[in-house]
Each structure stands twice: as structure tokens, then as C-alpha cells.
């Protein structure tokens, strides 16, 4: 009796067919049963609201719309996804306080894995324009991972999209130390998800050291622990009814890469808007590609707003309940249909990735392998408590304001002889001020303090129009006493725990267990306000290209 009890359990249980777990060996991916595991996607994001402005010239989105949230949404499109033949998909922004068992649950048994940016749009991000790695970022990324890590299908998880560029690679270390947090985390949940970096596309000498850099060991000892899983490069080389040997320098450049690599997104509009015909997939899903990628996602299920096209495969009705396919889509089905997966190399044959030194840095790779510590929620809020000027606003769209007052606060500070070093950070030198991994609101009342501190705490000296507070339970001791006492070892790298709400409720928005969360974009010092432009998603980037 008791044997055929379990075998009943064992027969009804198959019969879920629950969705196989993917984990990296070396360069591939393989499934639980030892079978080469491709990504045949499609990105799955509908496009968020563009300010169109000059200061915003890749058409960025400053919101979004959490599509895995959206219950009849994903109902109305899964078969349209089946149609296509995907079996994952990409979501560029989440919201980590919805409900996402509907969408996710579906999908999964439908046998669909998804890709999870981490990343929102504005504060959200790591700031190319002044990186930094925060605890407000880190909360935001592992809140997100915590509303979603009992779904099954969850493949991987970016901690960027296209943050770097050509002229911009000295944001480089704060990505990789994102790459190595969040990777800790997700060992310490015992998560096997995947930890991926989305690449624009580039020269050789941009795309190399970039590549390795976030797949290489900085300490010299072959360890993985800050290296990326998943190497995905945002290529639309591609277009129309191209040669095959269109991808040549490309599969040179990735040939001998030690993690996996794919298409994160593929798909060009330049020779066939509306009618592409795929015909990239034949080369992409085949050998000799096949011993270097696993796959890759077209772009993009929803219409993109972009200079470079529209990009849709289908259009929903104002009402929302009726899809339109295109001859893209039915061109994608068609091309997706005729693929079978290589099912080589072995997985007993293959060797596990070694992790190379970092690459130097020269005039073209400005990225230093020092990289910053793990921010730190505790220590952070222990010195703002401590801090004797703080800012405070009731105002919810703070973080434009937090932009302003910081740089004029740096000037002022500068002017009574101080610096506003120990907030800052340099990605080319790999020096991190002490406080460089606090949220920006800890940091703006650290230069507040400075600056009070500087002018014989006169009240007047924490005005800032209105912006600080004196802070009257402080002790005595200075900013930069509290700094040293709050945070004395600047350049620890710890396992990130999660931020007190997303244990409490799964996944409420990134607040701190200060009960604040506050944004990334913070002015550097002396420079006037930058302006956000983290491409969220790459739709906008073409111009790039
Ligand atoms: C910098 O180093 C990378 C390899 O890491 C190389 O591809 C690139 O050409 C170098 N750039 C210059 C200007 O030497
Ligand atoms: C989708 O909508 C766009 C813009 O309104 C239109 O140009 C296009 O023809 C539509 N495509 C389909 C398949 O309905
Ligand atoms: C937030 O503030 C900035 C700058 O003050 C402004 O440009 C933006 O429109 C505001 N956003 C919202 C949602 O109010
Ligand atoms: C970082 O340091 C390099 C080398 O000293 C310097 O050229 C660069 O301007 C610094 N970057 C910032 C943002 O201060
Ligand atoms: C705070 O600073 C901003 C920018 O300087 C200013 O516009 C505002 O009036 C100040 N006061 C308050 C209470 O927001
Ligand atoms: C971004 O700023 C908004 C308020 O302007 C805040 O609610 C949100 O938590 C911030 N995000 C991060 C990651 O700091």
C-alpha cells in the first residue's frame, strides 16, 4: 500500500510538469536532465512614457508599466507567445510591491522563463553619469528578487542595461559590484537563478575589455564570486536577408569566453520595418554559433517608441483585450518554428569556467578592478541618526531635488574649505569615499553636517532654504567622527541581507530599514545637476549603433 501511495504522489506530481531548472556550466546552459539549454525569447515590456527633451537623447522612458502584473494582460498574450514558439522573455522594469503569481504562474507552466531586469527607469538605475553602488539601489534590486524568487521560471536577473558605453566605461566597477551583491544574495536564498549584464553593442576594443571585466576574478585567484553568469549583448548587426558570415567578427570576439553569452536583444528595423524576416535565426540557433551563444530575444513582442522604429510584433486594441499580429510576428513564428536546438556540447565534457585577472585599463577601458563595498543598510542608517544637519522633505518626488542641494551643498562646502570627497566615487581610480555606498539622502545630510559643522553650527548654517534640519538629538562628535564610528571598515563586501520591508511583505518598494528609500541620483560634487540617462530600455539606443 505504501508503495503504491508514493507512486500515486510521484504520478500526480509529473503530471505538473514543472518547469525544469536551468543553471550555467562553463559557457553553457543546460537543463536539470543534461540538455543544452538556448534562450529563444522575446523582450515583453510595454513601452513606458518618453519626455522627449535634448537632455534626453535616447528617447529613455521615465515610467513603466510592470507587465507581469497585469493578470489579463499576460493571459491575453500567452498564446500569442506559444504561437511564437518563445521560451523566455524579457521584462525590462518591475514593480516589486504587485502581485505577480498570475503571470508568472502561467508562464511557467507554459514552460516560459523570464529574464528580470532589475533596473527602473530615473533613480532606479546606476547613473552613468554618476555611478555609484547605494543601499537604496541594492534595497530595490533585492526587493524585486524577493517578490520574485519562489517563481520557478526565473532565469536570470540583470543588474544593468546598457549602462556602459564606449565613452563611458568608469561606471564599470559599481556594475560588476552590483553583479557581485546580488549574486551573493541569490546563493544565500539558495536561488539558482542566473546574474546578467545587457551590453549596447560596439567596437572590438569596448566590447572585450567590457566582457571580461564583468566575467573576471580582480583578486587573482580564480574565483567567480563577482562574475556575471550571463554575458547578453543587445546586437542588431543583422539585418534583412543578411549573409551568414554577418556575425564572423563577433563570434572571433566571443569565442574563447568563459560564461555564457546571447542576443539580449536582436532585431534591426533598418531593412524590413514591420516585415522583418528573421532569417538571423537560422545562423544564431546554429553550429558554429551554437559553440558560443545560447540563443538570444527578438525585440520586441510590444511596439517600442524609438528613432530607429516601431519594433512591435503586435497591437493591442485601446481597449486592451485584442492582439493584432503583424507580418513580423507571423514572419518570427515562422523562423522560430523551423529551429532545432544542437544539443552539444555535453554537459559531462564541458569544463567549468576559469575566471581570468581583470583587464587593464588604458585610454579606452577606463575601469579599475577595485572595486566598491557592499552598501550597507545599518551602517548607513546609524550615521545619518548620528548626523548633526539633516535634510528632510515631505515632498515624494524628492529626487531631482536631492540632485540640486547636493551640488550646491558640495559648492558651499567647498567654499568653507571642505570637499565633498567622502561621498564620492571614481570608477577609473577605484577610490570610494567612505560614504560613497549610502543612499543620496544620507549623503546630502553628511554634506549638510560638513557644512554646519564648518560654520559653528550656527542654525542659520542648516537652512539650506528650508531643507535641514538641525538634528537635536546628534552627539557631539562631527560628521566625520560618526562616519569612522558608523562605517569603520569602508571597503567591506558582505552578503547583502534583504531590506526589512521586502522580508516583511515579500517585495514592497526598496524601503530602508530607516523607513526611507531614497535615489540614486545624486549630484556629483562641484558639477552642475545631471540629468539620468540609464538606458532602461534599449529601444532608445540605437542611436548609439
Ligand atoms: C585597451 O585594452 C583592451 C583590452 O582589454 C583593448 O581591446 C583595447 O584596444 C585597448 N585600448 C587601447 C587604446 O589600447
Ligand atoms: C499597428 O499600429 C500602427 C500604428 O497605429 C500601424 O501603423 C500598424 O499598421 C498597426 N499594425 C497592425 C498589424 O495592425
Ligand atoms: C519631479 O520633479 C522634477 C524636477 O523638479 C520634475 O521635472 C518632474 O516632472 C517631477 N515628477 C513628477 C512625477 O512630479
Ligand atoms: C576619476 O579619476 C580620473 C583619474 O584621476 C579623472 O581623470 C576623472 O576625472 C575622475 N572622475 C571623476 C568623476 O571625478
Ligand atoms: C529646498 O531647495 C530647493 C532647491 O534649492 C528650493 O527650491 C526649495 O525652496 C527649498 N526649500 C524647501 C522647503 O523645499
Ligand atoms: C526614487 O525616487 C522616488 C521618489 O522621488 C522614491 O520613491 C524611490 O524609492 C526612489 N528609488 C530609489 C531606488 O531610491
Redesign the pocket.
Given at each position: 500500500m505504501i508503495v503504491i501511495t508514493v507512486l500515486l504522489a510521484l504520478a500526480s506530481s509529473t503530471t505538473v510538469h514543472a518547469i525544469a531548472k536551468v543553471s550555467r556550466t562553463g559557457r553553457y546552459l543546460y537543463t536539470d536532465d543534461g540538455t543544452r539549454f538556448y534562450i529563444k525569447g522575446v523582450a515583453y515590456q510595454p513601452p513606458g512614457a518618453v519626455v522627449a527633451s535634448s537632455a534626453n537623447a535616447f528617447n529613455e522612458p521615465s515610467t513603466f508599466i510592470d507587465p507581469l502584473a497585469d493578470a489579463a494582460g499576460c493571459a491575453r498574450d500567452l498564446p500569442f507567445l506559444q504561437q511564437l514558439g518563445v521560451n523566455t522573455i524579457r521584462v525590462y522594469s518591475v514593480d516589486s510591491s504587485l502581485n505577480h503569481d498570475s503571470c508568472m504562474n502561467a508562464f511557467s507552466a507554459a514552460g516560459i522563463y523570464t529574464i528580470i531586469d532589475l533596473a527602473l527607469p530615473l533613480n532606479g538605475s546606476i547613473d552613468r553619469n554618476?555611478p555609484a553602488w547605494t543601499t537604496n539601489l541594492q534595497n530595490q534590486y533585492i526587493s524585486t528578487i524577493a517578490s520574485f524568487s519562489k517563481f520557478p521560471n526565473v532565469l536570470a536577473y540583470n543588474v544593468g542595461n546598457e549602462v556602459l558605453l564606449s565613452d563611458a566605461t568608469?561606471p564599470a566597477p559599481f556594475v560588476k559590484a552590483a553583479a557581485r551583491d546580488i549574486k551573493a544574495y541569490l546563493t544565500s536564498i539558495s536561488s539558482s537563478a542566473l546574474v546578467g549584464y545587457a551590453a549596447i553593442d560596439g567596437a572590438a576594443d569596448f566590447l572585450q575589455p567590457l566582457s571580461n571585466y564583468l566575467s573576471c576574478d580582480p583578486s587573482g585567484t580564480n574565483a567567480g564570486s563577482s562574475a556575471i553568469d550571463l554575458f547578453g549583448l543587445n546586437n542588431y548587426e543583422w539585418c534583412g536577408n543578411a549573409p551568414t558570415t554577418t556575425y564572423d567578427s563577433i563570434n572571433s570576439e566571443f569565442a574563447d569566453y568563459n560564461v555564457a553569452a546571447y542576443f539580449s536583444e536582436f532585431g534591426s528595423e533598418d531593412c524590413n520595418p514591420g516585415v522583418r524576416v528573421w532569417t538571423e535565426t537560422g545562423t544564431l540557433f546554429a553550429s558554429p554559433m551554437t559553440n558560443i551563444w545560447s540563443g538570444g530575444l527578438a525585440f520586441s513582442y510590444f511596439p517600442a517608441s524609438s528613432s530607429a522604429g516601431q519594433f512591435g510584433m503586435v497591437n493591442i486594441s485601446s481597449d486592451g483585450t485584442t492582439v493584432t499580429p503583424n507580418a513580423d510576428f507571423k514572419n518570427l513564428a515562422s523562423q522560430y518554428g523551423m529551429i532545432s536546438f544542437v544539443n552539444s556540447p555535453a554537459k559531462s565534457s564541458v569544463a567549468a569556467s576559469s575566471f581570468p585577472a581583470c583587464p587593464s585599463a588604458n585610454s579606452s577601458w577606463?575601469a579599475s578592478d577595485t572595486l566598491p563595498p557592499t552598501p550597507d543598510n545599518a551602517a548607513c542608517a546609524c550615521l545619518e541618526d548620528a548626523l548633526s544637519c539633516q535634510f528632510h522633505t515631505s515632498s515624494s518626488n524628492y529626487s531631482a531635488l536631492v540632485g540640486t542641494l547636493t551640488d550646491t551643498a558640495c559648492s558651499l562646502l567647498g567654499s568653507s574649505g571642505g570637499t565633498c570627497a567622502d561621498i564620492?566615487g571614481?570608477?577609473?581610480?577605484g577610490?570610494y569615499g567612505r560614504l560613497d555606498m549610502c543612499d543620496p539622502i544620507t549623503k546630502l545630510s553628511y554634506v549638510f553636517s560638513q557644512y554646519f559643522e564648518l560654520n559653528g553650527r550656527q542654525p542659520s548654517a542648516c537652512s539650506f532654504d528650508g531643507n535641514g534640519t538641525v538634528n537635536g538629538g546628534a552627539p557631539s562628535e562631527t560628521a566625520l567622527a560618526a562616519a569612522k564610528s558608523c562605517i569603520p571598515n569602508p571597503s567591506a563586501v558582505v552578503t547583502p541581507s534583504a531590506p526589512t520591508a521586502a522580508v516583511s511583505s515579500a517585495g514592497s518598494s526598496g524601503s530602508g530599514s530607516s523607513g526611507r528609500s531614497n535615489e540614486a541620483m545624486s549630484g556629483?560634487a562641484m558639477l552642475s545637476i545631471t540629468l539620468v540617462v540609464v538606458c532602461m530600455v534599449a529601444s532608445a539606443c540605437w542611436t548609439m549603433l
Open positions: 554618476s568608469a577606463a564620492s571614481n570608477g577609473t581610480t577610490v556629483n
